[in-house]
């Protein structure tokens, strides 16, 4: 058989994984649509109508998100009904097979567009915040922790053998969740990550996405001195002294945002963390964007990360985005970033209890 297209060759891959990736597995539209409509309502006549023969629809790209993710593992058809196991528990093979299949069908998507010749706002619009449609580099930045801590961890020594490079970087957690995901979504653009110390003249030019705070990002602590925000950070000097996120009102008088700690049997425990988000325009090259995702903690760093990557909140966080800040070349968010057992849960920036401040303020 001849595929005619770019079209018929998307339509074709997406009806082959579900006839051909397990052949050992029966797998209906019907099922298909019903794991899909766990995230967003699917029907059989959507998914007929993508995998047309003839005159195939091209999906958007949060639903060739959902063929990744259900195909990246076959524990998705382990029971039925079929499901597609949330991304957050995915093993790290099956996140790796994610990210490759989704980026192989947004490529294919991709290539309908080139082929039509236009891209729309509800194309902009399904692809999400981390979307760039200027298809230029984009460079994210990490910190490099300190020497006294990478000391104490024996992969991040570059004279053993099993030395890792990314044992080396602050933020981890984060920049793994954030690196495969803007590389999904721009598969035409260089997507790079950077130690901040590292960074080449040419980098600082790329659109900038910045992990992490003035403690040990550099790029952040240069950034935040050069955009004009009424917000500060204040370094954590010492673990007794947790710092926090300083705002100035239009009076002059200041307030301060402080992460929640707990002591439990001995220990410091983080309830809650402050997490900063900015949007503006890059200043080294003002045809570019720079964003900071940024907590007092690694805990609120991750947290805004996910803001805009987790699938369950992600579309709404983004819109209220567009709602609160229509037209804006620069705007800013500090949120709270609940923390429970140690792990990060999604702030809904929809809520306002989890919105500590917003820049510029509403008139």
């Known amino acids: 058989m001849v595929v005619a297209d770019d079209s018929h060759l998307l339509a074709h891959r997406l009806r082959a994984l579900r006839e051909e990736q397990w052949p050992d597995v029966t797998i209906t539209q019907s099922d298909l649509a ?17 995998e047309s023969r003839s005159k195939p629809k091209t999906p958007p790209l949060h639903r060739l998100a959902s063929y990744a993710t259900f195909f990246a593992t076959k524990r998705s058809v382990a029971t039925r009904p079929y499901r597609m196991i949330p991304v957050e528990e995915l093993t790290p093979d099956e996140l790796r097979n994610r990210e490759e299949l989704l980026r192989e069908l947004a490529d294919l998507r991709a290539a309908v567009e080139r082929e039509d010749g236009t891209t729309t706002a509800q194309d902009r619009a399904d692809r999400g915040f981390w979307y760039f449609d200027d298809r230029h580099d984009i460079t994210i930045v990490v910190a490099q922790l300190p ?3 990478r000391a104490k961890m024996p992969y991040s020594d570059p004279t053993q053998p099993d030395y890792v490079e990314l044992y080396t970087c602050a933020d981890l957690d984060a920049l793994i969740e954030l690196h495969g995901h803007i590389r999904a979504l721009n598969p035409r653009s260089q997507v790079n990550f950077r130690i901040a110390s590292d960074l080449a003249p040419d980098d600082y030019t790329t659109h900038l996405v ?26 954590r000097h010492d673990e007794a002294e947790a710092g926090g996120f300083v705002v100035r009102d239009r009076d002059g008088g200041e307030r301060l945002f402080a992460p929640k700690l707990a002591n439990h049997r001995g220990h ?7 997490g900063h988000f900015y949007r503006g325009t890059n200043p080294f090259n003002h045809k570019r964007t720079v964003t900071i995702c940024n ?45 429970v057992n140690g792990q990060v849960v999604t702030p809904d920036w929809n809520l306002f209890e989890s919105r500590l401040h917003e820049w510029p303020v509403e008139p």
Not at 213 to 230: A, F, I, K, M, Q
Not at 268 to 274: A, G, N, R, S
Not at 295 to 319: E, I, K, M, P
Request: proline fraction near 4%; charged fraction near 20%.
């Open 34 to 50: 019903q794991a899909f409509s766990a995230e967003k309502p699917a029907s059989v006549p959507l998914l007929s109508s993508w």
């Open 147 to 149: 020497a006294d801590m």
């Open 210 to 235: 910045l992990l992490g705070g003035v403690d040990w990002n550099l790029v952040t602590r240069e950034l935040l001195d050069r955009v004009d925000l009424p917000i500060t950070q204040v370094a």
């Open 268 to 274: 410091e425990v983080l309830l809650e963390d402050v």
């Open 295 to 339: 907590g007092q903690y690694g805990r609120g760093t991750l947290g805004v990360v996910r803001a805009l990557t987790d699938s369950r909140f992600r579309d709404r966080n983004g819109a209220y985005l567009e709602q609160r800040f229509p037209g804006s070349a620069s705007y800013s968010v500090l949120a709270r970033v609940q923390v």
